[in-house]
Nanobody, 115 residues
Framework: QVQLAESGGGLVQAGGSLRLSCVAS????????MAWYRQAPGKQRESVAK???????KYGDSVKGRFTISRDNAKKTVYLQMNSLKPEDTAVYYC?????????WGQGTQVTVAS
């Protein structure tokens, strides 16, 4: 059972920055696609960013140019650098690991952007 632990959420003013981290307990972390999702109150969970084992990245349209996903395989950690934050970025952010057979999720970290 893979364990994912997110950190780095908090309250920030619009225009500010936060960096989220997610540490995985997976043995073969470097082989998996890692992703960040978010869910705002009353809305469906949406994909924010993904990074493959080859370090290819993909972003949701609403965060392109503002968010950057990265990974450190030695630390088994994936990051989400969030810049130019907007109130509409307020949500619980979840880390996701996809090993091709099943997905694992973290417990989530709250990000609140004040206007």
């Amino acid at each position: 059972q893979v364990q994912l632990a997110e950190s780095g959420g908090g309250l920030v003013q619009a225009g500010g920055s936060l960096r989220l981290s997610c540490v995985a307990s997976a043995t073969f972390f470097n082989m998996y696609t890692m992703a960040w999702y978010r869910q705002a109150p009353g809305k469906q969970r949406e994909s924010v960013a993904k990074i493959t084992q080859e370090f290819r990245t993909k972003y949701g349209d609403s965060v392109k140019g503002r968010f950057t996903i990265s990974r450190d395989n030695a630390k088994k950690t994936v990051y989400l650098q969030m810049n130019s934050l907007k109130p509409e970025d307020t949500a619980v952010y979840y880390c996701n690991l996809d090993n091709g057979l099943q997905e694992s999720w973290g417990q989530g970290t709250q990000v609140t952007v004040a206007s």
